[in-house]
């Protein structure tokens, strides 16, 4: 019985450590699970697979095309047909009504058709292959839209659990300055107002911590949301801050290259696209030729007995072709290839347009980082130099060289400093993903 309790137990264990687990996020795994979850993402996924059922569509149209019929009349009235007269002995210029034919009539048979020659089918072969690079670089634009959502949510989710720890340690230290304070002023070593100053420090360090814990709850909902993570669920983050802040290095910025940006290069397969167009319009004005043929059987009764293997049905059977020419359209063609060709020119200024644009974004982004490199270092600095300036505060106080007074300023220049770095911190993580967006590198 001990073994099956021991058996059970460490299952039990075993199972809870998969959850945990399975519950702990890298940034590269939240990413990751994003792609593999997130709505968004998997309707961009959709739309890359409509394209392809749409190029093997298009390319069915240059297969043979059979179709099969099976069609039964009865004749409530039979069709009536006008004879000349004379046929019959009356005079001419007169006609006399005679009705023809069955009562049932019944006819089945097959009907195909090839394509021989389209300028529409073999550019539309051409415009779908371009259509499915389209909807791929689509793809990877919603990717990186995705990884830089998530990116920025992982790290404001990271920074505030670090927050949270320097607020809880301050806490800490003031309670205890506090409370020996407070003993102080109960034995007559130290005056009221340096308690209550020191009081109010403590409840709005106390305060600023519950504030953060709900600021971390609402993040971290957001993030669940970006990754399409169930928003019930608890979020384990494995990656810590220290290793991003590790990582940071000044930017060195050469020549920008936009080439890699999903929208530009969208930009690009959208021309080849309206390209094409122009092109298969002019190819428009050549003929198309098709040829087909039906092989049918053909039954007339009187009597509805079409299914009768007695009764006699009679073979149909034709080959031919159809050559179609554009004679005159009224000019239609024409208006619509100098429709195509404007919507051509105006797609080649949105692509100028775009690439002073992106270079103008990766410029912005580029400085941007710089300055969070450079704001960065600086509030590391002020944070160190604040740190120092409390511990030196703490000590002359310890050795009753010093007062409550400086202690409170240096503390709340501490928390001021801690505030500035892990904003400092928090501009530098976006300020990456976004130069590394705006020249399309995020994702690979």
């Known amino acids: 019985m001990k073994k099956f309790y021991l058996i059970v137990a460490l299952y039990c264990f075993s199972t809870t450590k998969g959850q945990q687990q399975a519950n702990a996020f890298s940034l590269q795994q939240a990413v990751e699970y994003a792609v593999k979850n997130s709505p968004n993402y998997l309707n961009a996924e959709l739309d890359q697979k409509s394209a392809e059922y749409r190029r093997k569509e298009v390319a069915g149209l240059g ?27 009356a005079p001419a210029g007169t006609y006399i009504p005679v009705k023809f034919g ?40 919603s990717k990186s839209d995705l990884a830089s959502q998530v990116s920025k949510a992982y790290y404001n989710v990271m920074i505030n659990r670090d927050r949270i720890k320097l607020l809880e340690a301050n806490i800490l230290r003031l309670k205890k300055i506090y409370e020996d304070t407070k003993a102080f002023n109960q034995q007559g070593f130290a005056e009221l107002i340096d308690v209550e100053r020191l009081e109010v420090q403590y409840n709005n360090l106390v305060t600023e911590k519950d504030k953060t814990v709900k600021l971390i709850g609402l993040t971290e909902t957001l993030l669940k949301f970006q990754m399409g993570y169930k928003l019930s669920e608890p979020i384990v983050l494995s990656d810590s801050l220290s290793m991003e802040i ?50 049918q059987y053909n039954a007339q009764r009187q009597q509805f007995d079409l299914l009768d293997p007695n009764q006699k049905w009679f073979k149909i059977a034709l080959v031919g072709a159809t050559l179609n020419l554009n004679v005159f359209d009224g000019f239609q063609r024409y208006n ?3 429709q195509a060709k404007i919507t051509s020119l105006k797609n080649q200024n949105t692509i100028k347009n775009i690439e002073m644009v992106a270079e103008m974004e990766a410029t912005v982004a580029s400085i941007s980082y710089s300055n969070a490199y450079s704001s960065l270092l600086v509030q590391k600095k002020n944070m160190e130099l604040a740190q ?29 400093a801690q505030t500035n770095y892990y904003n400092a911190v928090y501009d530098m993580l976006v300020a990456k993903i976004d130069y590394q967006k705006s020249i399309g590198t995020l994702i690979k």
């Open 246 to 295: 590790k990582q940071f290095e000044e930017l060195s910025v050469n020549k920008l290259d936009i080439s890699a940006r999903p929208d530009y290069q969208l930009l690009q397969a959208q021309q080849k696209l309206l390209d094409l167009d122009v092109k298969r319009l002019k190819w428009g004005y050549l003929p198309t030729l098709a040829a087909y043929g039906s092989y």
């Open 336 to 338: 619509k290839i100098q």
């Open 63 to 89: 297969l043979p095309q059979i179709t099969g019929s099976i069609d039964v009349k009865d004749y409530i009235e039979l069709p009536t047909s006008l004879l000349p007269g004379q046929f019959f002995g």
């Open 102 to 141: 069955t009562k049932y009539n019944g006819t089945a048979g097959l009907n195909a058709s090839q394509l021989l020659f389209s300028s529409d089918y073999i550019f539309g072969l051409k415009a779908s292959k371009e259509f499915i690079n389209l909807s791929r670089i689509s793809l990877t634009r």
């Open 388 to 416: 120092h300036v409390y511990e030196v505060a703490q000590k002359k106080n310890e050795n009753g060289v010093g007062s409550n007074l400086e202690i409170v300023t240096a503390e709340t220049s501490l928390k001021e």
